[in-house]
């Protein structure tokens, strides 16, 4: 049975909660929140059950609990340290996005997880979505050739953002917070990396919101002399229909496949084919793909070398929009 903890309730957890009831070898053992309001309400989860313990202090919980695996999901500025500190204690970690707020953070949090020998997963959870399945299948057959120029969008409402987005000490900013997203998605979708990149970051409409930045533009350099871009933003209507717009396109030497409509459709072209609908495989688990993962049954979607990596890209193109420079990568 794996006792699966939480530190934190903010982002993503529920792409972990939500899976628990489908085992019958997890269980919610335990949460933490220094926010007394979101710990009562966590007690009336579903999920727990009468040993599940709720703790205000996150130390607490490592010290009296027996736990397999943890999902951190805190603010930016609160990870680096809880990510070392349940390393430290021998647990398997589920982390929010980014892993720390800058490099040295992430070469302490490397080193932690490597001393203590537990696995690390981050919550990039568009991996796990069955159009991006759809569109690393079709590139990994070898259907558009090789990938050449690739482009990506995350538009979202602004909404009400929390009182710890709006500064740069306990924010990473948009690039490495919800630019991880696409920019994971189009090195794993397409098999090609980064060598270089430069980036424009801004808040122009919105100073309500602090250090928060409302748009970004990165382009990068492949490692096959190929390009790419993605492009960030908190402009998106609120009475748009969805919260979120998310787009995706890799251009090949043979094909284009396209993901379209918030990453509902996805379309394939080649050379002498039209457009047509793809179709689309089921969406995973990600709770199920890390456990099967640590019982051996197969490789977890997310490496922890890709963790890694994609966290120093995403910090290392804030730095270019910070310095104004192309960076190596």
């Not at 309001?37 to 579903?46: I, P, Q, T, V």
Request: aromatic share 6%.
């Amino acid at each position: 049975m794996y006792n699966i903890g939480f530190i934190g309730l903010e982002g993503h957890y529920g792409a972990v909660l939500g899976s628990i009831p489908s085992r019958d070898d997890a269980r919610l053992a335990a949460m933490a929140t220094k926010d007394s309001s979101a710990l009562d309400r966590a007690k009336g989860n579903k999920t727990a059950d009468a040993d599940t313990g709720f703790y205000l202090d996150y130390r607490e919980m490592l010290d009296k609990e027996k736990l397999d695996i943890v999902t951190i999901c805190l603010a930016d500025g609160d990870r680096a340290q809880v990510i070392q500190d349940c390393a430290q204690a021998g647990i398997h970690i589920i982390s929010e996005k980014p892993l720390g707020m800058n490099l040295h953070e992430l070469s302490a949090i490397r080193k932690a997880v490597s001393d203590n020998d537990v696995r690390l997963s981050m919550l990039v959870t568009m991996r796990f979505e069955g159009t991006y399945l759809a569109v690393r299948e079709i590139v990994e057959s070898g259907a558009i050739g090789e990938v050449i120029q690739m482009t990506a969008q995350k538009s979202y409402k602004l909404g009400q953002r929390p009182e710890w987005m709006k500064h740069r000490d306990t924010f990473s900013g948009i690039i490495p917070y919800i630019g991880i997203h696409a920019i994971d998605l189009l090195r794993w979708t397409s098999g090609r990396d980064f060598v270089a990149v430069a980036a424009f970051q801004s808040n122009v409409a919105h100073p309500e919101i602090g250090d928060m930045e409302d748009n970004a533009t990165v382009a990068f350099r492949l490692d096959n002399d190929g390009t790419a871009s993605v492009r960030l933003d908190y402009l998106r209507s609120l009475v748009a229909p969805t919260h979120g717009d998310a787009t995706l396109r890799l251009a090949g030497s043979k094909g284009i496949v396209e993901v379209t409509k918030d990453g509902k459709d996805v379309t394939f072209m080649t050379v002498d084919q039209p457009p047509e609908p793809v179709s689309i495989p089921p969406s995973k688990s990600f709770l199920n793909d890390f456990l099967d993962s640590l019982k051996g049954e197969k490789e977890h979607l997310i490496s922890m070398e890709d963790a890694f990596r994609v966290t120093e890209i995403c910090l290392k193109a804030r730095g270019a929009a910070e310095m104004q420079e192309i960076l190596s990568l």
